[in-house]
């Protein structure tokens, strides 16, 4: 199995399948130093669909839409990329960084390209949090005392006030960079970004309001990060998941739990076709 110490003096990875390949390689490269090349072998557009217009398209072939090339150009397009003359397509995806502290621990996790969803593990069961937005104290002249803010937390050692918090009764939340933003965001009712965007986009998914002490608006489910704003989540619910990309990288919550949300991992370089340079996929 692929680990990270094969990864050592590699100029590029390839990755060859569908869209999970591709999100699956790119959390090995957390670092973003190392180009990624998404290669679909198994096009959900093939010779055959060209030539008979009315035959159904099989719907377990992948879309590829983090894909560079698929197996049809596959002989002219990755030349282009190992002798360089592809690197106007060469791009650096914004990814997502979260920071999960525990009573005894704090965990950093796996970058995220697409999404995060963030909910308990019963789709039945309500998810419960405190949702609020971190300033830092490391700034202020005076020594910090808990009387003078509302909630202080620290991560990496660095004291911070949570600001503006409020209270969620919901489904659990997605947040999903511009790259994820027309896959299950816009599914979910979220609005699609341009592929240029460093911001972050959050979704409360069936917020039932009714349970909210605070006077709020639908307008609070649905919102951006952005540069320089951190979310934090305080979990709840006795138990609760992080999905990372999908459904197989995942990372469990307990009551208790803090979570820090912003656009500070480090971007993914990702050869991406030209049409695919102003939205995202």
């Not at 609760?240 to 949300?261: A, C, Q, V, W």
Request: charged share 25%; glycine share 6%; hydrophobic share 35%.
């Amino acid at each position: 199995e692929l680990d990270r110490q094969h990864l050592a003096d590699i100029d590029l990875m390839v990755a060859v399948g569908g869209d999970g390949t591709v999100l699956s390689a790119a959390h090995f490269l957390d670092h973003g130093t190392i180009p990624l090349l998404g290669i679909n072998s198994d096009p959900n557009v093939s010779v055959e669909d060209r030539k008979v217009k009315k035959k159904v398209v099989d719907e377990r072939r992948s879309h590829g839409a983090l894909c560079f090339s698929t197996a049809l150009d596959l002989s002219e397009s990755v030349p282009s990329v190992l002798y360089g003359e592809s690197q106007d397509q060469l791009t650096n995806r914004t990814r997502i960084r979260c920071k999960v502290k525990s009573t005894f621990s704090e965990t950093r996790l796996v970058p995220a390209l697409n999404d995060l969803l963030i909910a308990n593990p019963s789709p039945a069961a309500v998810s419960r949090f405190r949702m609020g937005w971190l300033h830092s104290l490391e700034e202020e002249s005076e020594p910090i005392k808990q009387s003078s803010y509302g909630t202080i937390t620290r991560f990496a050692g660095i004291a911070y006030d949570v600001e503006q918090s409020l209270n969620v009764w919901s489904s659990g939340m997605w947040v999903c960079t511009s790259t994820g933003s027309t896959a299950v965001m816009a599914a979910a009712g979220g609005k699609p970004m341009d592929v240029s965007s460093t911001d972050l986009q959050y979704l409360i998914r069936e917020h039932m309001m009714e349970n909210s002490n605070e006077d709020i608006t639908k307008d609070v489910n649905n919102g951006l990060v952005t540069e320089g704003q951190k979310m934090h989540l305080r979990w709840n619910s006795q138990k609760g998941r992080i999905f990372i990309d999908g459904s197989h990288l995942t990372h469990n919550l307990e009551l208790g739990d803090e979570i820090m949300i912003d656009n500070q991992a480090p971007p993914l370089q990702m050869f991406v076709p030209k049409h695919r340079t102003r939205r995202s996929s």
